[in-house]
């Protein structure tokens, strides 16, 4: 896809809140919202506005001024923002989780396939991390927005995760105005990828890590959220037929190891 990157988002986003509002009725979640306290509706969609408003964007921005494996392997250390936030709170947290965080953190490089002379400035890193940090706010928002509603789990994260993408939605209408050529130009196929690929993404997989949050809690929902490198690279290669190098090799291992730590 060729298309303006931040109009493209803005396509998907706009089309997958619109589909998730759609839903909410057929899938008996207004009932969901309702009891849903005023407090967590609000965390809910702060953050929406934070992940996939200012996040996302920062992300697209990121894509800009660093190579994709530079711009992916950095923005894939979030869960240290989580472990941090964690002792500045003074949870307790077990040594292996941080272990195994760093272990995450440190395959991604590896996966991605980061070299030396991948171009990367100081502002796209520093863009990079900041991106990182922004969506381990928004994952602490959703934490802290799921015990508001007395229902179902899965029903309770579907709802809360409608309401952080129609928050999101709403925050990024206005600059739509500015790239509304580019989101005109975008064909009726683009649209319908840019579709699929939000109700996967912010769809789905939103609402699995909300359910992953209340299940195993954050320190160990976050770190196992940012192995999707390794899904993505493994996907490329089997699609591809890519081979496997020992840089690869050891990144996923890396991961796998530190996945089986924080979650153990």
């Not at 179902?152 to 579907?158: A, E, F, G, K």
């Not at 940012?226 to 090799?249: D, H, I, K, N, Y």
């Amino acid at each position: 896809m060729r298309s303006d990157p931040l109009a493209a988002n803005m396509a998907r986003l706009l089309s997958t809140a619109l589909v998730l509002a759609a839903t909410l009725p057929a899938a008996g979640l207004l009932d969901v919202l309702e009891s849903t306290s005023t407090s967590s509706l609000a965390l809910a969609a702060a953050s929406g506005v934070v992940g996939q408003a200012i996040g996302d964007t920062l992300y697209l921005l990121t894509l800009k001024l660093a190579d994709v494996s530079v711009s992916v392997a950095l923005t894939s250390t979030y869960p240290l923002f989580s472990v941090i936030a964690s002792l500045a709170l003074g949870e307790p947290v077990a040594l292996r989780a941080v272990v195994g965080a760093l272990a995450i953190v440190s395959g991604m490089p590896l996966v991605t396939g980061v070299r030396r002379s991948s171009r990367v400035s100081m502002l796209g890193a520093v863009v990079a991390v900041v991106t990182a940090a922004v969506w381990s706010l928004s994952i602490l928002l959703l934490d802290l927005a799921l015990p508001g509603a007395s229902s179902s789990l899965v029903r309770n994260s579907m709802a809360i995760n409608t309401v952080r993408v129609l928050a999101a939605a709403i925050a990024v209408t206005p600059p739509v105005v500015l790239k509304r050529k580019a989101m005109a130009s975008l064909s009726a196929r683009e649209w319908a990828l840019l579709l699929s690929a939000g109700l996967v993404a912010i769809g789905a997989g939103w609402v699995f890590l909300g359910v992953g949050l209340v299940k195993a809690g954050a320190l160990v929902a976050v770190p196992l959220s940012s192995t999707t490198p390794l899904f993505s690279a493994l996907a490329g290669r089997a699609v591809f037929r890519e081979r496997l190098t020992p840089q690869f090799t050891a990144g996923a291992a890396l991961i796998v190891a530190g996945s089986c730590l924080v979650s153990a």
